[in-house]
């Protein structure tokens, strides 16, 4: 550590940062002109807990939930343990419930953060523990191409749908839908479990 200490000058990490995310606008900017498709940043209201978000997804044929841990910094974790999460648990924490509006496709498992490199979107703007928007999306084509056999089809209506793509530790959720509101709670899991499944009912 001595060795190096001469060597750090500060800002080294904001420097790194900085060129990643360099490295990720030019990966867009090089799929847009080829007319792939590519992720970019999604504006969403809160950060999940990168170790252990533990998301669950609750669908029917027209509503859509994900609820996942929020990440939240405890003052009294030395760093040098690992932080067990139990859904069990009824104690109080903080989470977040995420309702999708009109959607149309969902789908939540493989791939997870060891095999983000496997993903189409890998080197196409592809940021893990993120939650993003597919430009271009094939899976949104795809789905409408489908659909345009319908009598009632309407392109207008798909022209309002997103993909969505969430990148959580252990696993990958993906949609299709008009938009999001997300919900903050500080209750146990449990709670905003059964909170989640009574929106059904409504």
């Known amino acids: ?17 900085a060129a990643g995310q360099a490295v990720l606008l030019l990966e867009r900017e090089l799929s847009a002109v080829k007319g792939e498709q590519y992720a970019v940043p999604l504006a969403f209201p809160v950060t999940w807990d990168i170790g252990a978000p533990l998301p669950h997804l609750l669908k029917s044929d027209y509503q859509c939930f994900v609820i996942f ?38 789908k939540m498992g493989s791939p997870n953060d060891e095999v983000f490199h496997g993903h189409p979107l890998y080197k196409k703007g592809q940021e893990a523990y993120t939650a993003q928007e597919v430009v271009n999306s094939k899976w949104l084509a795809e789905l409408e191409a489908i659909n345009s056999v319908h009598s009632g089809y ?19 959720f993906e949609c299709i839908a008009k938009s999001f509101e997300v919900e903050l709670s500080n209750v146990s899991f449990g709670a905003l479990l059964d909170r989640a499944i009574r929106k059904f009912l409504d």
């Open 69 to 106: 841990y929020v990440a939240a910094s405890d003052p009294q974790w030395d760093g040098r343990t690992a932080k067990v999460v139990d859904p069990a648990n009824a104690a109080p924490v903080p989470l977040a419930l995420v309702e999708f509006e009109r959607c149309m496709s969902a």
């Open 1 to 17: 550590m001595k060795a190096l200490a001469p060597k750090h000058k500060g800002g080294e990490v904001e420097e790194f940062q």
């Open 154 to 172: 309407s392109p207008a209506l798909w022209r309002d749908l997103h993909h969505y793509v969430f990148w959580f530790h252990d696993s990958t």
